[in-house]
């Protein structure tokens, strides 16, 4: 996933490697390619080659792995997690709140979602396979009221965040991963745990997860305050009647 930057008006630069400052102009570009994508989808993939190369020269941060994803975040900096010190809290309008280890969440039935990882700025990796735990298990575990609609998510980087309906997060192609390519999810990659909502853009499957809260109704994320759709439907994937 590319988290795009940091929107310009009245919030700092973002920073690539080594603390390097990515300018606001490249930021929007990158938010408007961004926006473009989600719009029209495949239509607009094709003309984005050279912006995408004027990016990664200016931007080093947005220069894809060996697998073809992009990193970037929204803040200069995220902390690294790992067994000891990361933690999964799941709370809000449920019966029974919990707090999972790394540990913890590796040692519940694990699941398998293949799938396209497709992103609004024109790139995806195809057949990408995330395994964890699927979200609806959790929230089974803790017991959603009857007021519980919607599933907030927050992230330890302490600035993104990321809603789906109930119905949304109950599919069995939605995990909570620990794993891509069977190795553990790493940090560049949104680790160790991240959301992997396979139906949707990739602006959905948030990174660093921390927090799952069920909430009464849908709140907006971090690009949905910036126009982004809140129902990021992949082309082909809506359902029938979305």
Same mark, same amino acid.
């Given at each position: ?12 630069? /973002? ?49 894809? %792995? ?16 790992? /067994? ?18 790394? %540990?913890? !969440? ?34 089974? /575990? ?30 069995? %192609? ?34 660093? !997860? ?31 009647? /979305?």
């Amino acid at each position: 996933m590319i988290d795009k930057g940091m929107p310009a008006a009245g919030v700092p630069d /973002a920073a690539g490697p080594a603390g390097r400052p990515v300018g606001r102009r490249i930021v929007l570009a990158m938010l408007g390619l961004g926006a473009a994508g989600v719009a029209v989808g495949p239509a607009v993939r094709s003309g984005l080659g050279e912006v995408r190369a004027a990016l990664s020269r200016v931007a080093p941060a947005v220069v894809p %792995d060996d697998r073809g994803f992009r990193y970037f975040s929204v803040v200069g900096s995220v902390p690294r997690k790992d /067994a000891t010190t990361y933690r999964l809290t799941v709370g809000g309008l449920v019966d029974r709140p919990a707090t999972y280890t790394l %540990d913890q !969440l590796a040692a519940l039935p694990q699941t398998t979602v293949v799938h396209d990882a497709v992103c609004t700025d024109g790139w995806q990796v195809d057949a990408v396979p995330f395994t964890g735990v699927l979200l609806r298990d959790l929230l089974d /575990a803790a017991g959603v009221r009857d007021e519980g609609a919607a599933v907030r998510f927050t992230c330890f980087d302490g600035a993104y965040s990321e809603s789906l309906t109930l119905e949304q997060a109950r599919r069995s %192609d939605v995990v909570v991963a620990l794993r891509m390519f069977d190795e553990p999810v790493p940090h560049d990659s949104g680790g160790p745990v991240r959301l992997f909502v396979a139906p949707m853009y990739f602006y959905k499957s948030a990174k660093w !997860l921390s927090g799952i809260e069920v909430t009464s109704q849908v709140q907006q994320g971090y690009w949905e305050d910036y126009g982004y759709p809140v129902d990021g439907w992949l082309p082909g994937e809506e359902p029938v009647g /979305a």
